[in-house]
């Protein structure tokens, strides 16, 4: 796990048996914002250049979110569509879902809850 500036970011390839051997999952904690958000877009383009079928990015220890990050999950949604896989947020937490109800991003970004 890299801790970076109040930032958890941990990279697996199985969580359990909860989604296929295949997928990628990133796990997210702490705050996302200006500072933090190189690191959170370098793990997922990481992980979405691992060539599973399926990115999952679990939000659900996340305790801030600015635009920021928002623009980074956007980012890696567009990057994993144009490579033909799937980016999914896995249980946001509830400043995450704020921020994605706010721009009106759900028809945008996977949700899993």
Not at 50 to 71: C, H, K
Not at 89 to 103: A, F, W
């Amino acid at each position: 796990m890299a801790d970076f500036a109040g930032l958890a970011v941990t990279t697996t390839t199985d969580d359990g048996g909860t989604v296929t051997s295949d997928a990628n999952i990133v796990t997210v904690a702490g705050e996302i914002d200006f500072s933090t958000a190189p690191r959170l877009r370098q793990a997922l383009v990481e992980a979405l250049h691992a060539r599973g079928p399926e990115t999952v990015v679990d939000l659900s220890a996340v305790s801030f979110i600015d635009a920021s990050g928002i623009g980074v999950l956007m980012g890696a949604a567009n990057l994993a569509h144009s490579e033909g896989e799937q980016l999914v947020l896995r249980r946001p937490s509830r400043p995450v879902l704020l921020l994605v109800d706010l721009m009106e991003l759900h028809g945008v970004l996977g949700i899993e809850r």
